[in-house]
């Protein structure tokens, strides 16, 4: 742009000096004119060359007033350009500070929740709604998979449920639920006949744990009827297992790796002495260190060997 400004004004600059010579060259020819013709030129001008004089006049003048334009353009023009320029590095910078302050968010973001996550303890609502995020990040088309190591699933159902829910309509869902039951026997029956005794507090779980998987398989019928309408998908499947739990929680198998799983201890200043530990999930989503790797492989070997041991006491509800 600066370049065709430049030259416009050399162009209208040698106009006038092509015009000039023209009007200089006109009055000279008249001069000479009524010299040779009119010995009265000077004592008694003619007025054509009165009006060549005049004419020459205006046109010093106006060549004056056009190179104390030209140079007053080019001043104008070169501080336009300056400012042009100063304003596009202005521009240039804010583009950077804003570029900064963008990157400068994602890392303070990246922080917090790194500093929000490293070494925190989480609830089952919390794991819950953590869980929740991660698979809508993941899209929906992708199946997702869930084997869920529980125990009575008094409050982790009721959590797990609208979730559960919420996720078959866009995507379709496995779901492995093992819970613990009076009905079922580990799978291998002792030659006595006896099952081995469980804490008093665990035997508590069995019985109410028969009476909400009970509960979870016919919510499991309708949510199945409903998809089946609506054209999702759901396969679903129930075993009941009898044991000591040691860890309990959910494991998402697809379309990501993540675990949420806590662990049962003995703890006296809880109403029930043996305590299922629901205030105190890990959650495990990387597993490029060692202790993530070894908390998923603790779920997932619990979950394996009792799932395989108690196949006779399954529940399959399928819309595939």
């Not at 023209?22 to 040779?36: E, K, R």
């Not at 400012?83 to 400068?104: F, K």
Request: charged residues 25%.
């Amino acid at each position: 742009m600066k370049s065709i400004l430049n030259v416009y004004h050399r162009a209208r600059t040698l106009l006038g000096w092509l015009a000039g010579y023209l009007l200089v060259a006109s009055v000279v020819l008249i001069l000479l004119a009524g010299t040779v013709f009119d010995s009265g030129i000077l004592t008694d001008p003619t007025p054509a060359q009165l009006l060549a004089v005049v004419a020459f006049m205006i046109f010093l003048l106006r060549m004056d007033v056009a190179v104390a334009n030209e140079g007053l353009e080019k001043e104008v023009d070169g501080k336009t350009g300056k400012m042009s320029d100063a304003a596009e590095r202005i521009e240039a910078t804010q583009s950077n500070i804003n570029g900064a302050v963008r990157q400068l968010s994602t890392d303070v973001e990246l922080m917090r929740r790194t500093l929000h996550r490293s070494g925190k303890l989480w609830t089952l609502e919390q794991a819950i709604e953590d869980l929740r995020s991660l698979v809508e990040k993941a899209g929906p088309a992708k199946t997702l998979t869930i084997k869920h190591l529980g125990l009575n699933m008094s409050n982790a159902w009721d959590e797990l449920c609208p979730m559960l829910k919420e996720f078959v309509r866009d995507r379709p869902v496995v779901l492995d639920l093992l819970i613990l039951g009076k009905g079922a026997a580990g799978g291998v029956v002792p030659p006595d006949g006896n099952v081995a005794a469980l804490p008093e507090d665990v035997e508590h779980w069995l019985e109410s744990g028969d009476k909400k998987r009970a509960q979870i398989e016919q919510v499991l019928r309708e949510i199945e009827q409903a998809v089946r309408a609506e054209g999702g998908s759901l396969t679903a499947r129930v075993r009941s297992y009898r044991d000591l739990p040691v860890v309990h929680g959910i494991r998402i198998k697809g379309p990501f790796d993540a675990a949420y799983l806590s662990i049962c201890r003995w703890d006296e200043k809880e109403p029930d002495p043996f305590w299922w530990g629901g205030k105190y999930y890990h959650r495990v989503q990387s597993t490029d260190s060692d202790e993530q790797k070894d908390l998923m492989k603790i779920l997932d070997g619990y979950f394996e060997r009792w799932w395989a041991m108690n196949a006779k006491t399954e529940f399959a509800s399928s819309t595939a």
